[in-house]
């Protein structure tokens, strides 16, 4: 086991990974803000000169484009804010996007191989249900019980003062 300390170019870059990483910040961040941002500007636009200039009792309403912006504004971040929290905290639409998420992650389902889940965390669960089990039984715990849960203690301690294990980028 190869123990190496955690910073940004060990840990969250690896190699033959950056175009990925890139394309994946790239798609971020054009269908988080950019599109949402000319979506929003194109949806304010056709609406006002191709519907609210067309009819004038909706032009009463709206007299000018800087007026209708402020009116929707007003109007439209509350009321979107309002639904994206019915969206997560009251259907059942969010938990069943997590749901698919979950079914479909590979981290959810396998360790991955030499990371601090499979070196420290995990086996620090064994462990634990081992002398919980022994406990139980009124078994006597064991000097090798005792040298496994210390040996999991000083990788606990190593990740607490900053270290980390490499991870294989495989499972």
Request: glycine share 6%.
């Amino acid at each position: 086991m190869k123990l190496i300390y955690a910073d940004k170019k060990n840990v969250f870059m690896r190699k033959g990974r950056r175009g990925f990483r890139f394309w994946y910040y790239f798609r971020s961040g054009y269908g988080t803000y950019f599109a949402f941002i000319l979506a929003a500007i194109n949806t304010l636009t056709v609406t006002y000169y191709l519907a609210i200039e067309k009819f004038p009792v909706l032009q009463a309403l709206f007299p000018s484009f800087g007026q209708y912006i402020l009116i929707i504004a007003c109007i439209g971040i509350p009321l979107l804010t309002v639904i994206g929290y019915i969206h997560y905290k009251r259907t059942a639409a969010f938990s069943s996007e997590m749901d698919v998420q979950i079914e479909v992650n590979p981290y959810v389902y396998k360790l991955p191989k030499n990371g601090w889940w499979q070196q420290a965390l995990f086996p620090l669960f064994l462990v634990q249900s081992q002398l919980i089990s022994k406990i139980s039984r009124n078994e006597k715990i064991t000097d090798a019980d005792l040298k496994s849960l210390e040996e999991i203690q000083k990788k606990l301690d190593y990740m607490i003062k900053g270290g980390s294990f490499e991870q294989s980028t495989k499972f």
